[in-house]
């Protein structure tokens, strides 16, 4: 066998030993919350399309007349002629939601952490990241050369030690978190970061992936409790709530154009497809337009979380946490036998020894079915 084969199945064997290995399976998504796969029609909640916009008419109508007006892609870079007119109208609604002076979109959340990151911190900066930060702002931070120094999840007193200790030998700072986190479903703490970033000239950038459409009234994790908090850099997806891709950032005006002249992965990656940008606008509206829609999958949560005596949910994301890897495949097959579908999470995804199911709750999830499947999480998985 060729060494770089050998190399490969060497790596494979390992994660095979360890239940770590992953595969794709084929999911036929049919609607917003039923899937196929392996022949089985499963209920599904394991997807992040929290209020099913990804099969909305109104967003897929969208998507087709931009690709019949603009085309199937955008052919180059936003930088060169990749910028169709949609980018702008999608800009200026992304700034209106997170109140900043502009938006600027990447190709994908993950392209947008890891150049919004290195933009802003140079070899001589510090980034400070709660320590379940999602993987691409670790890479970002990583990317950028900095030192990153991590604090203890959600511990705003941890993060106050670290830039007491660290903060006076670099020139900049910034403090980087979920604000909602994408396997634990809590919110960050972020009024109380954006307090630590003012007395320690900080800047503070928040990742709305989780958070976008479905908590603050559906306007994210800038607002809780009715109230805003002027993040100033916040950046999200189009993937999840919203139904369609890519990713951004909103800021002020000079940031974004900053930004937009120097983060190597807008300006060396080919733009969105214009179907994208179509759909993300039109979710957007039916997200703004539609409050009382918006509020459905953290209910739905919050009644999962009820019935099977969790923690109540904070967002969609409602962990269940088995610890093994082994027992956490076994109970996922479980609830695939019972006709759901919740898929396994393991290392390195989250810590050794915090396997789960990580399940994520949607608009149109019925409530009978939360309710069974809430029995069969409390009776037979977490009580056996
Ligand atoms: C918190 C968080 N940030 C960023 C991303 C990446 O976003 P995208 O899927 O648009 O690349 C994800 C999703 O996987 C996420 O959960």
């Known amino acids: 066998m060729q060494s770089l084969d050998a190399f490969a199945q060497d790596k494979l064997d390992e994660l095979e030993r360890r239940h770590l290995r992953r595969a794709l399976a084929d999911t036929m998504r049919e609607d917003g919350i039923w899937v196929e796969r392996d022949g089985r029609r499963l209920l599904s909640f394991s997807c992040n399309d929290y209020l099913n916009l990804t ?71 510090l980034v400070l990241a709660d320590e379940l930060s999602h993987a691409c702002l670790f890479a970002g931070a990583q990317l950028s050369k900095g030192v990153l120094v991590t604090f203890r999840h959600n511990d705003v007193g941890h993060a106050r030690e670290l830039l007491y200790q660290h ?6 700072a910034l403090i980087v978190t979920d604000g909602v986190f994408s396997m634990d479903g809590d919110l960050a703490p972020l009024a109380d ?68 002249n120097r983060a190597r992965t807008l300006i060396y990656s080919t733009g969105l497809p214009p179907s994208c940008v179509a759909a993300s606008i039109a979710a957007l509206d039916l997200i703004e337009r539609e409050p009382g829609y918006a509020a459905l999958p953290l209910q739905k949560a919050k009644a999962f979380t009820r019935a099977a005596g969790l923690p109540e949910a904070q967002s969609p994301i409602v962990p269940v946490v088995i610890g093994e890897e082994q027992a956490t495949l076994a109970a996922s097959r479980l609830l695939a036998d019972e006709g759901f579908l919740a898929a396994p999470i393991r290392p390195p995804t989250v810590a050794a020894g915090s396997a789960r199911l990580r399940l994520t709750f949607t608009a149109q999830h019925p409530d009978d079915a939360i309710a069974r499947l809430a029995t069969i999480v409390r009776d037979r998985i977490l009580r056996p």
């Open 55 to 125: 099969q909305h008419p109104a967003v897929k109508q969208a998507a087709i007349a931009a690709i019949e007006t603009y085309g199937a892609g955008a052919g180059a870079s936003r930088l060169v002629t990749g910028n169709h007119p949609l980018f702008a109208q999608l800009e200026a609604r992304l700034a209106r939601i997170n109140q900043t002076d502009g938006a600027v979109v990447f190709g994908s959340g993950y392209l947008a952490n890891a150049g919004i990151i290195p933009v802003l911190i140079g070899r001589d900066g």
């Open 167 to 172: 903060r006076a030998a670099h020139e900049r």
């Open 193 to 260: 970061l954006l307090a630590l970033a003012a007395e320690y000239d900080v800047w503070l950038m928040s990742d709305d992936a989780h958070g976008l459409g479905v908590v603050g009234g559906g306007r994210g994790s800038s607002y809780v409790d009715n109230a805003y908090i002027p993040v100033p850099l916040q950046m999200g997806t189009l993937s999840k709530a919203v139904g369609a891709y890519g990713g951004y950032l909103c800021a002020s005006a000079p940031v974004i154009e900053l930004i937009r």
